[in-house]
């Protein structure tokens, strides 16, 4: 966790007027003094262009990205309240009055920070990156599972946005044409992203998170004698949609061999025995299209980013770039 820089090094920023935000959630008036720094409980957990994540003691505060779309986020950030999907999704937590004057520019509400909607949740630690053998495979399938079962609230999905999964795809190709166009394996990622066909309208509309990876869950202590509980975070991408988008990713993995064979056997069994709607029999009619646009995505953020960057692909982008070569060649769209 990188700790937040003290404020004197950072007047009058965005990041600055966030970590006080997240102190003051964290410790309201007449809460007891704060010592969280002390504990090494205060810092930024993610700066990024689509979101910067603060936490303060038990608390984190995300600012979400500028082009957030104001009437979605609010409709995401109601379906995360909603008391059927309280052991699904983490629920956001109530914004305190802004404790520090507004940056330049002013926000438009205290929800707003340099326009971008800022939010408040519970903190819960992460999967462990550095123990693979323990990534709660099964559960993060059951939860899957159980959200893509909630029915749509009152109304049907008229009033919920599209889950964002085949939008990401195209933005992630889009940039990396701007970013990368003379990369000599960016043809390469052009001819996969070429195999993949437009949405299926024979495909049903369910409630979908829209950027499932590991990533996305964190966990909930309860009693130290009982398991732990662990939640879907980041509804920014949430909405309806074809929930094989949501098995996509560790679907595009297992194709490149990055996901050993057992371990997508566990997770897509126990989406099954949750009784998951997104695949049948053959898992692979409705996943196959879904996971070729998450290996392009991958593949053209990597060619992206590693020439912002000005370094070589790593490993495991080579072999995302070398997945898009088999699609390309096999042309199954």
Avoid: N
Avoid at 93 to 102: D, G, I, M
Avoid at 193 to 200: D, E, I, M, Y
Wanted: glycine residues 8%; charged residues 20%; aromatic residues 4%.
């Amino acid at each position: 966790m990188t700790p937040i820089p003290h404020p004197a090094a950072t007047e009058g920023t965005p990041l600055d007027h966030l970590a006080a935000l997240a102190r003051a959630a964290a410790h309201p008036p007449g809460a007891a003094p704060c010592g969280c720094a002390d504990d090494g409980l205060v810092g930024v957990l993610a700066d990024r262009e689509d979101g910067t994540v603060v936490r303060h003691g038990a608390l984190v505060v995300k600012a979400h990205a500028p082009d957030t779309d104001p009437e979605a986020h609010r409709a995401r950030l109601a379906l995360a309240t909603r008391p059927d999907l309280a052991g699904i999704l983490l629920a956001p937590l109530p914004l305190p009055l802004p404790p520090a004057p507004a940056p330049t520019p002013a926000p438009t509400a205290p929800d707003v920070l340099a326009g971008r909607p800022v939010t408040v949740w519970p903190y819960g630690p992460p999967v462990d990156p550095e123990d693979p053998d323990a990534a709660p495979w099964e559960e993060a399938a059951r939860l899957l599972a159980l959200l893509h079962r909630t029915p749509f609230p009152p109304g049907g999905a008229d009033g919920l946005p599209e889950m964002r999964a085949p939008l990401k795809a195209a933005l992630a190709v889009d940039r990396m044409r701007r970013a990368a166009p003379d990369h000599p394996a960016a043809a390469t990622v052009l001819a996969a992203w070429r195999t993949v066909p437009a949405g299926r309208a024979d495909v049903p509309r369910l409630l979908c998170h829209g950027d499932f990876h590991l990533g996305q869950l964190v966990r909930l202590a309860h009693a130290p004698s009982g398991p732990p509980s662990w939640r879907l975070i980041d509804v920014d991408d949430l909405g309806a949609g074809d929930p094989a988008w949501d098995l996509a990713r560790p679907a595009a993995w297992f194709a490149a061999g990055i996901l050993p064979p057992e371990v997508w056997s566990r997770f897509l069994g126990a989406y099954r025995e949750a009784d998951g709607p997104a695949v049948g029999a053959d898992p692979w009619v409705r996943l196959d299209v879904p996971a070729r646009a998450l290996t392009v995505q991958t593949a053209a953020l990597a060619l992206a980013k590693s020439t912002a960057e000005r370094r070589p692909l790593d490993e495991v982008e080579e072999v995302m770039i070398d997945t898009c070569a088999r699609i390309a060649g096999h042309r199954t769209g």
